[in-house]
């Protein structure tokens, strides 16, 4: 297969359709695969490729045991790049028009408890008592994550005018380019201001208008930030090992039980669709079950 094809799909998927490098990544890694299925088959042509040949690839990822969210994602990447290739005319006709994906299992996220969430935000309190910026710093991510519910993709983004003290709000570019304004609580906020009082510490002429900076001054990355998550959520005691994400899921979960609004919580997370949202409806249902069964006489 021709390597200027993945090229100008990257190009579409950056530029037209506003996808996250994370995305591109995937998809790009997606077609790969595809295409070496392919040329194992002697197809060496994207107009050869009929629906048979993707049915045949996605049936031998799921021989090999490959998750079912695994196998969505990638019938998802078949769609759009042959709905892209008919347009741009590499191939005569749509042979993914009626490839159907298997519904992906809805699993539910892990979540912190309540008290867990607040043991680890205290966990992070106690180790930045020696003022180390770079401690205060993780008490300032932990906080905001846990308040916020936004994606480690859009913390790592913000700079220093996204966050608006006074209001407590902060603005964030999530997915699709698409912007949002989302609340955070008074922890959050003092949190903010200690770490911003100490950033001067860690700043150099690489640092920009970058919120979080790491030790060297640069803007901080999703690593760093997993890191931190999984370092300090260690000292929590049966803690399940989350990583930022985790924070996300338990402040939807925390929300909801909470008595939040199903859509209000959309709003907060960014998500486009309620169907997204409403997994943690389920997992506040399996929590309110798993408390009954405990405490009900009849249960």
Known sequence: ???????????????ERGRSDHTVRAYLGDVRALADF??????????QVGLLDLRS??????????????????????????AWATRTGLTDQDPALRLVAPRRSRT?????????????????????????PVRTRDVAMLELLYASGIRVSELT?????????????????????KERTVPFGVPAAAALERWLARRPALVTEASGPALFLGRRGRRVDARQ??????????????????????????????????GADLRQVQEILGHASLATTQIYTH?????????FRQAHPRA
Request: aromatic share 4%.
């Open 1 to 15: 297969m021709d390597p200027t094809t993945l090229r100008d799909f990257e190009r579409h998927l950056r530029s």
């Open 38 to 47: 392919l040329q194992e088959r002697d197809v060496t042509s994207w107009r």
């Open 57 to 82: 690839w996605l049936a031998e990822m799921d021989a090999a045991g490959a998750a079912r969210s695994t196998i969505a994602r990638r019938s998802a990447t078949v769609r759009t790049f042959f």
């Open 108 to 132: 539910l996220p892990g979540v912190l408890k309540q008290q867990e969430a607040v043991q680890l935000l205290d966990v992070a309190a106690v180790a930045a008592d020696d003022e180390d």
């Open 157 to 177: 983004g913000l700079d220093i005018d996204d966050a608006d003290l006074t209001e407590r709000l902060v603005r964030v570019i999530g997915k699709g380019d």
């Open 225 to 258: 930030v997993r890191e931190v998550v999984h370092r300090l959520l260690a000292h929590v005691a049966d803690a399940p090992d989350l990583g930022p994400h985790g924070l996300r899921h338990s402040a939807a979960t925390h929300l909801l039980e909470g």
């Open 283 to 291: 997992v506040s249902a399996d929590r309110l079950r798993r408390s």
